[in-house]
């Protein structure tokens, strides 16, 4: 089966900058999760879609970070403006189960975002 | 609020040696305990599951226990490679029910000297 598709694999933006990045999940999984990965820690949740509703969204700083899952498949993540702490790798994960279940936890490869 | 810890944060052996990573976590109450793998810029990739009812799981070189009891968990790998070097992390969930997150640790830097 087709893993989680990530896109960009980099992007490199300068302060106050807009970016977006874009998350396909696997076929059939109910749950969606974008994360922020700062380096030398653990990834932190930003938002946990189940198909198209949000379930959790209280780590995600809402002034300047959006997030959307349309028809409950793609979603997007978007920051605007950036801040220099925001540079970080950016994943995308998604499970068949609906709620915050390991089983079949899959990972994308990530979009690392350098804000100069 | 569940945490997980692992220590150490960085480990370095010579290739061909038996290792221990920990993994504890202050909430036993969970539903399942998995060990990732990432390697530098990449994401995360599965290693082994283990379900809150089981005590340890195998795969090739690599064996997962967990004591729920006392909030641990250790993945063993046997005669480490250079191919092993990676960053191991153990995440937990929550139980089944409610809106509680997956908690992630922050992870064991390995480093397989040839």
């Known amino acids: 089966e087709a893993g989680v598709a990530q896109s960009p694999r980099y992007k490199i933006i300068e302060k106050r900058q807009s970016v977006a990045f874009w998350c396909n999940p696997i076929?059939?999984?109910?749950?969606l999760y974008w994360y922020q990965q700062i380096l030398g820690q653990g990834p932190k949740l930003l938002i946990q879609?189940?198909?198209?509703?949000?379930?959790?969204d209280s780590q995600l700083p809402k002034d300047r970070f959006s997030a959307e899952r349309l028809k409950g498949v793609d979603s997007t993540l978007k920051i605007q403006p950036a801040k220099l702490e925001d540079s970080a790798v950016y994943l995308c994960?998604?499970?068949?189960?609906?709620?915050?279940?390991?089983?079949?936890?899959?990972f994308g490869s990530g979009t690392r975002l350098t804000v100069v | 609020k569940q945490e997980v810890t692992q220590i150490p944060a960085a480990l370095s052996v010579p290739e061909g040696e038996n290792l221990v990573l920990n993994c504890s976590f202050t909430?036993?109450?969970?539903?399942?305990l998995q060990w990732f793998r990432q390697d530098p810029g990449k994401g995360l990739t599965s290693l082994l599951l283990?379900?809150?009812?089981?005590r340890e799981q195998t795969s090739g070189r690599l064996n997962a226990s967990l004591d729920k009891s006392s909030g641990r968990s250790t993945l063993y790998i046997a005669a480490s490679q250079p191919g092993d070097s990676a960053t191991y992390l153990c995440?937990?969930?929550?139980?089944?029910?409610?809106?509680?997150?997956?908690?992630f640790g922050t992870g064991t830097k390995l480093q397989v000297i040839p």
């Open positions: 994960a998604s499970s068949l189960a609906g709620w915050a279940d390991l089983y079949g936890y899959t």
């Open positions: 076929s059939g999984h109910a749950t």
């Open positions: 879609f189940q198909n198209n509703g949000v379930v959790d």
């Open positions: 909430d036993s109450a969970i539903y399942n």
């Open positions: 283990i379900q809150s009812s089981q």
């Open positions: 995440a937990v969930s929550p139980p089944t029910g409610g809106y509680q997150k997956v908690t």
